[in-house]
């Protein structure tokens, strides 16, 4: 073997953990990968596998007119603290940390709606692909803005597959697509699990009969004292108060997922 190859096998053995080649972990923590959703539609997804697979599992979904990109820096704080999690490109967003949601390009080559409500057989289907290729613990389903009201209703039709939700900033956002002002609500009376709410401060009144509506005892819910932040990013470290977030985050999932 020559000395130039051994060499570079000894320099790259040597390579800390977190050194990234073009862009991707060198140990495949992150990984692009897609699926079909419920009607075939190609679903783009970054996974971030940092544990052995019987660890819980976080499906985090995004908000409006974004994408997976949502969660560039949110997930591998998640991998710190013990879990495994996937960033899912719903077909309703766009584009957000110069991420640009795949899911909804296809959407938009194939002429299929990308309502609010569109997004939710994605999210079926992504649940029932993490539960078939990925997790062999518990799940949570983790929601920003519309897919934050929409996780109620994943976790009320299939409840049996899930064992937690989060949900940054959920609401009524339904009404003006012909749904009643309790769409969301009537979902959440039906949930038992942890579920975990939060959102910007002036943000309650749009989700407070939802967490009332919740039978669960193990139920929580955060709000900052600060104005805060609409949805997931409110999680970013650019935001002084997020650390005040991740606070109440982690004391809800280290209570019952840890």
Known sequence: ??????????????????????????YNVKKTITFPSEDSLAITADSYIAHNLTAPFIILFHQAGWSRG????????????????IAIDQRSGDKINNVLNQTHKRAVIKNKSTAYLDAYKDM?????????KFAKGKIIIWGSSYSA????????????????????????YFVRFGKSKTF??????TITLPVFITSAHNEKENWINIYKSLPSEK???????????????????????SKDYWKAVSKFLKEYFL
């Open 1 to 26: 073997m020559k000395i130039r190859t051994i060499i570079i096998i000894i320099l790259f053995l040597l390579l800390p953990h977190n050194v990234t080649v073009q862009g991707q972990d060198i």
């Open 70 to 85: 949502e969660y560039k820096e949110i997930a591998p704080i998640l991998n710190s603290m013990g879990f495994n999690c």
């Open 124 to 132: 079926i289907a992504s649940l029932k692909f993490v539960k078939d």
């Open 149 to 172: 009201a929409l996780v109620f209703k994943l976790a009320a039709e299939h409840q049996n597959l899930i064992n937690g939700v989060l949900a940054f900033s959920p609401g009524e």
């Open 184 to 189: 969301i609500a009537d979902f959440a009376k």
């Open 219 to 241: 139920k929580q819910y955060f709000v900052p004292q600060t104005n805060g932040n609409h949805g997931s990013r409110a999680l970013w470290k650019k935001f002084d108060d």
